[in-house]
């Protein structure tokens, strides 16, 4: 038992501290908005893109180590919590903005960021982390977009004045004209040019290139990326390693405390959802189902993967994303530092009563 509490202080501690470190330094001004707002992009498009390809590239061997009974599982998990946080959000508030804010914090954690770093510090599957990230990723996105766009607020429309024909279709002056931001084409486009998804694939199309290898040279591998380019791969490698750290620094430098009056109803239900009932549900039925059926067996090495997947806060990107789809973007900010202080909590204990369920 002491050493499963030790186990779970010296993979969590570590997580808070960092997170803490970036929030004094930018309450004591030795970090600048700016520098917060360039780290976030140098970490989202260039750190963790190198972190989730190293991952699949060294975790990875061949296609054949994909865990999809995780995967199949993952996803399913997902689509779950999305149902029921939708109930959820609908009769909690009558704000129809809020609405679509409580049901992505349901569902959308912090994978990326915190998620991947406590997966490292568990010791846990980092391969399997970054395989599930493929396919939660996208997913998390398609289901954001989705859960913004239909409670977002009304925009007013704005007449357009057409003074000639256009592909042959006659239009009048005053014809109100309307363009949906959040096309499906737009949406595919996003998740395409995600650098997340970018990381990962390109991880996966490396190791594509050293399974032909083997079915062509007779199990022999010719060309290695960390042998011949291994240059390159330490180049990428050192950006991998300070991809967390960084990451948890400016996370912590994002977060602001403001008034949280008039909306302490939403914080609340959207803060239990992500930190008590999305890991009770996501980490909870995996228990269950691999101790009594035959239909999913984790093993140990799987849990921390569910843990960061399902554990973790919602993502700060949530934030900037509900502004931008006309949703409560103050209810939005409030549920990423709220969820990420209460996840200090629930993380360890979860982690704890993973580590004694799996001794």
């Not at 599982?73 to 959820?88: D, H």
């Not at 959802?273 to 009770?280: D, E, H, I, Q, T």
């Not at 239909?295 to 569910?306: I, K, M, R, S, W």
């Amino acid at each position: 038992m002491i050493d499963v509490l030790v186990t779970s202080i010296n993979a969590v501690v570590p997580i808070i501290l960092l997170i803490l470190l970036g929030y004094l330094l930018k309450r004591f001004k030795f970090l600048n908005d700016s520098f917060v707002k360039i780290g976030n992009k140098f970490v989202f498009k260039v750190c963790l893109p190198c972190m989730l390809f190293i991952n699949v590239y060294d975790g990875m061997s061949s296609f054949s180590d994909i865990r999809w009974d995780v995967v199949i599982y993952a996803v399913i998990a997902i689509l779950v919590i999305f149902g029921l946080g939708l109930i959820t959000a609908i009769l909690s508030t009558k704000k129809k903005n809020r609405r679509g804010v409580i049901l992505q914090c349901s569902f959308r954690s912090n994978f990326a960021i915190i998620g991947l770093a406590l997966v490292g510090s568990l010791g846990g599957d980092e391969g399997l982390a970054s395989i599930v990230s493929a396919f939660s990723i996208p997913i998390f996105n398609i289901l954001a977009v989705i859960a913004l766009s239909i409670f977002a607020e009304e925009e007013p429309a704005e007449p357009v004045q057409n003074t000639a024909m256009e592909a042959g279709a006659l239009s009048s002056p005053g014809v109100v004209a309307t363009k949906s931001k959040h096309s499906i084409k737009n949406i595919l486009l996003n998740i395409v040019k995600n650098p997340l998804i970018i990381g990962v694939v390109v991880g996966l199309v490396f190791v594509a290139v050293r399974e032909i290898e083997r079915a062509c040279c007779g199990g022999e591998i010719v060309f290695s990326f960390k042998v011949h380019l291994k240059f390159l791969y330490t180049c990428t490698s050192n950006l991998k390693a300070i991809a967390s750290p960084l990451a948890l620094i400016v996370l912590g430098g994002q977060f602001e405390f403001k008034a949280v009056k008039g909306m302490t109803k939403e914080i609340i239900v959207g803060t239990v959802w992500r930190v008590l009932l999305a890991p009770l549900i996501g980490i909870g039925v995996a228990i269950l189902l691999s101790a009594y059926t035959d239909l999913f067996t984790f093993g140990a090495d799987v849990y921390p993967t569910l843990i960061a997947l399902f554990g973790t806060p919602v993502a700060v990107s949530s934030a900037i994303m509900a502004g931008e789809m006309k949703n409560d973007e103050q209810l939005a900010t409030q549920l990423v530092v709220w969820t990420s202080l209460c996840s200090i909590v629930t993380i360890f204990v979860t982690v704890f009563i993973i580590g004694v369920i799996t001794v």
